[in-house]
């Protein structure tokens, strides 16, 4: 549920009153893509699926949690009626970065001490209303 609230929260911030994109277009059922703007990790897809049941979205996974990606290279597809995915598309692609920005910082962390016998731990200190989010994110 705290991921469900979560959600609608940061909809709701970036929705507010209403979306200008998805007030001209006319709905109708599309399918669009995300494609990768750099190389890094992959992290979000637990909270990208629950925005798709949310909303009725229907999504087919090129890449899982914890995977690499290269620029350039698609990442999902998302299909489901043109005035919801435009309404969230800002919601999910925000989500998708930051989690896979902190997904690929620790996988370079964690390889540049991999042979020192070091184990790299997560903090506590993350940003208000966001623990879950960016310790999922390291996973």
Do not use: C
Not at 23 to 39: G, L, N, P, Q, V
Not at 60 to 76: S, Y
Not at 111 to 135: M, N, Q, S
């Amino acid at each position: 549920m705290l991921k469900e609230n979560f959600l609608r929260a940061l909809i709701a911030e970036d929705v507010g009153r209403g979306d200008l994109f998805s007030r001209i277009s006319t709905a109708k059922s599309i399918r669009a893509y995300i494609i990768a703007k750099s190389e890094g990790v992959f992290a979000g897809q637990e909270y990208v699926n629950i925005f798709a049941k949310m909303y009725d979205l229907e999504l087919e996974w090129i890449i899982n949690d914890g995977e690499h990606f290269n620029k350039g290279e698609k990442l999902l597809f998302i299909s489901g009626n043109s005035k919801t995915i435009l309404s969230l598309e800002r919601s999910i692609l925000d989500m998708v970065l930051h989690a896979s920005s902190i997904a690929t910082l620790t996988a370079r962390y964690v390889d540049a001490i991999k042979d020192t016998g070091v184990k790299l731990l997560d903090t506590r200190k993350t940003r208000p209303l966001l623990r879950e989010f960016e310790k999922y994110a390291v996973r």
